[in-house]
């Protein structure tokens, strides 16, 4: 499998995602790349969407309370790696592990703008990258970025799945902060704004669109 030339770019290592403020790491994720090889095919996009779940007190979250089932335990992972579960029985949504193992912080990638690779993604969303749902929503960037379960734990220092910082940084004013997608069962929680993105990003997803 050839390896990915990173050139003078920084591939974020384990401290970074080691942090335990998962809020700071949610606004702090945009603007970095997220990176794939699959089969030597290499893709890639600018995180543009993400939410956070704040480990055990989050009723959001699902391992609130303490839950820890087979699906839950990769939260419970020491931080830096990835949680990749279907929702609906449908859709393949990436997660960011974060903070100290047993505490289960994760970040949701909800939207990219396509970087790298355009051509692969639009093979596997079937249409042209310059159409904001090829990665709007979490389901479209595990498909356009050919995350599937079998990405679930996989080590975010690797060469298959990582994020890379590309020194896009953005003004306070230009990140939106609102109450996550979906989760009206969270109760209070559900009106928390933990769901950051770019203003005016056309790629990132509509609120009514909860998963595509």
């Not at 994720?29 to 993400?50: C, D, H, S, Y």
Request: hydrophobic share 35%.
């Amino acid at each position: 499998m050839p390896i990915y030339n990173h050139n003078n770019h920084t591939k974020l290592q384990l401290s970074y995602y080691l942090n335990p403020d998962v809020l700071f790491l949610a606004k702090d994720l945009l603007g970095k790349v997220l990176f794939t090889q699959i089969n030597g095919e290499v893709t890639a996009g600018v995180i543009i969407e993400t939410e956070a779940y704040f480990g055990v007190t989050d009723k959001a979250s699902h391992a609130y309370g303490g839950r820890r089932t087979n699906r839950t335990e990769t939260m419970y992972s020491e931080g830096g790696v990835s949680y990749v579960y279907l929702c609906y029985g449908i859709h393949h949504l990436f997660n960011i592990v974060s903070s100290v193992k047993g505490e289960p912080h994760a970040v949701l990638i909800r939207g990219i703008e396509p970087l790298i690779g355009k051509d692969i993604m639009e093979i596997r969303r079937n249409m042209s990258a310059v159409k904001a749902a090829i990665s709007s929503g979490p389901g479209s960037v595990a498909k356009a970025m050919g995350i599937d379960k079998s990405f679930n734990q996989k080590d975010l220092t690797g060469e298959e799945i990582w994020i890379e910082d590309y020194n896009i940084r953005y003004n306070s004013d230009e990140i939106v902060s609102t109450p996550r997608v979906g989760v009206a069962y969270a109760q209070e929680d559900a009106f928390l704004p933990w769901r950051f993105f770019i203003k005016d990003n056309k790629y990132v997803s509509k609120p009514n669109k909860t998963i595509p």
